[in-house]
């Protein structure tokens, strides 16, 4: 019998509220996963043959999410990936910074499957992050369908990788990002589109889910694989400090020099426009280069990316051809930081692309 796990960490899905018609003034994460699964209507019909466990990994607001909870999740995912009667996993998250985790455990699943922990099928099971913008006791709470669509992609043959399930909408983890910070279609994939609609149960699909996952790249390869799962199973693991900083008018450059001398790791810039730069804070971003701290551009425009070729002496931030938004490349400069491909030395040597 296959086998659905749901893995809890709090957030909105999980909030309550004084009052049924109160969906701001909540408290997150106060709802056990046992009590959001009984929320659903049919879900037992919906799961067919399939069990159905349950885990309560944590019970955080997700604006609270920090390395810890991150190390659990990915430990918790590849232990269950691993059995080969667990179909795929359902991860109940906040919305504030699930496009943060969902990049997180992808680049993870990818070089768990290079580090030999899982096998490439394994890593590429289905992996759902659910989430609601009404806790659990508003009047009219999303949580409940979006934990049912969640569980409607998880039985979809065709699903793959990491996920996140919304309003109805699927969307991949290299895509999706927040854009609205009260409406219940809060997220969108960009230029890109969404994957799927999930529609009464069935999954229409609009673009192939696996397409990208298990690229290869220099994270994923073998060596860097292994020494960033040594250190993400370590719980004393130091994460290197990296820093968004955001480039606006009248801006001097002077956060940057502040951080460093705080001891800053790594910066990425939230560039104006196309990922552009004020010319003060590209002349402190290129000092800081040569003193050996990565620094990458990206765009703080919410949809759409930076397009490659504009003349900066700061590198975009890129990852398999694709220009990631600032949350994704901090992760992503965090991750490859402790997993020695970006070592700071090497940093001054990037041109942009």
């Not at 004393?236 to 002077?254: C, F, K, Y």
Request: charged residues 20%.
């Amino acid at each position: 019998m296959k086998k659905i796990v749901v893995l809890a960490t709090g957030g909105t899905i999980a909030g309550a509220s004084a009052s049924a018609a109160d969906g701001v003034a909540y408290r997150a994460g106060e709802v056990p996963v046992g009590a959001l699964l009984e929320q659903v209507p049919g879900l037992q019909q919906l799961l067919g043959d399939c069990a159905l466990a349950a885990e309560q990994v944590a019970q955080v607001n997700s604006k609270d999410m920090d390395y810890a909870l991150w190390q659990r999740l990915a430990l918790r995912c590849t232990h269950w990936l691993a059995q080969d009667d667990v179909q795929g996993l359902v991860i109940t998250h906040g919305t504030d910074t699930l496009e943060e985790t969902a990049w997180f455990l992808q680049r993870m699943l990818d070089v768990a499957a290079s580090a030999g922990v899982l096998r490439a099928e394994q890593a590429r099971k289905p992996v759902v992050l659910s989430s609601a913008m009404r806790p659990s006791t508003a009047r009219l709470s999303d949580g409940p369908q979006n934990l049912a669509d969640a569980v409607s992609v998880l039985l979809d043959s065709r699903a793959s990788g990491v996920l996140a399930v919304a309003a109805g909408h699927v969307h991949a983890a290299c895509d999706v990002h927040k854009v609205q910070p009260y409406r219940v279609d809060a997220f969108s994939s960009g230029d890109a589109g969404v994957l799927a609609h999930v529609e009464e149960g069935a999954v229409r699909w609009l673009r192939d889910p696996a397409a990208r996952v298990g690229e290869a790249d220099d994270l994923a390869t073998a060596a860097p694989a292994q020494a960033l799962w040594t250190a993400v199973q370590d719980e004393e693991t130091q994460w290197p400090w990296v820093e968004i900083l955001v480039s606006h008018a009248g801006n001097d450059g002077r956060s940057l020099g502040a951080c460093r001398q705080a001891g800053v790791q790594g910066v990425v810039l939230a560039g104006s426009g196309n990922a552009t730069l004020h010319e003060q804070v590209e002349q402190a971003a290129c000092a800081l280069m040569q003193q050996g701290v990565p620094v990458w551009r990206s765009s703080r425009c919410l949809e759409g990316r930076a397009v490659p070729g504009a003349e900066s002496p700061v590198p975009l931030a890129v990852c398999r051809g694709q220009v990631l938004r600032p949350v994704q490349a901090r992760t992503e400069m965090v991750l490859q930081l402790l997993a020695g491909v970006l070592p700071a030395e090497a940093a001054t040597a990037k041109t942009s692309a």
